[in-house]
């Protein structure tokens, strides 16, 4: 039996061009992406992703269009599953309420699992700032698609 893990991940630019990142720490390791995370069994992707938004940003989402799957294998660097991303680019529905770092990893208290968000501008996106195979690829396609 192979383990597959699919996620979603939502793309967020606002009207000045930046794109809305999250920092986090978790299992020992900090990493950058795109907001999102793991489905749960019986959910769509789509409602998976709007799950995400309201649990990590407190926002609601609407999306607009599918952006990227994965089409090459990833192994997870948790566990031994293979992860499956799927890529949306959304737009917020509510406000954005919640701070906004400008310092990579920049949390706030401490513990086990920390999150903090920035906007990038798109034309100063950097793939090498993303550990995950998947989100580079993903920031690559962002940066050609400028």
């Not at 930046?18 to 019986?42: A, N, W």
């Not at 706030?108 to 995950?132: M, T, Y």
Request: glycine residues 6%.
């Amino acid at each position: 039996m192979y383990p597959f893990n699919v996620r979603v991940y939502g793309i967020l630019i606002n009207d000045a061009n930046e794109v809305l990142i999250s920092d986090e720490q978790e299992y020992g390791m900090q990493f950058t992406k795109f907001p999102g995370g793991g489905l749960e069994f019986g959910e769509g992707l789509i409602d998976g992703l709007k799950r995400e938004f309201v649990e990590e940003c407190n926002i609601n989402v609407e999306v607009v269009s599918h952006f990227y799957t994965t089409d090459f294998f990833v192994k997870s660097a948790f566990n031994e599953s293979q992860i499956v991303s799927v890529y949306y680019v959304v737009k917020n529905v509510d406000p954005i309420n919640f701070a906004i770092k400008t310092v990579q990893f920049d949390f706030d208290g401490d513990g086990e699992v920390l999150q903090s968000f920035r906007l990038v501008k798109l034309d100063e996106l950097q793939p090498d700032e993303f550990i995950f195979p998947t989100d580079k690829h993903v920031v690559k396609l962002l940066i050609n698609n400028i």
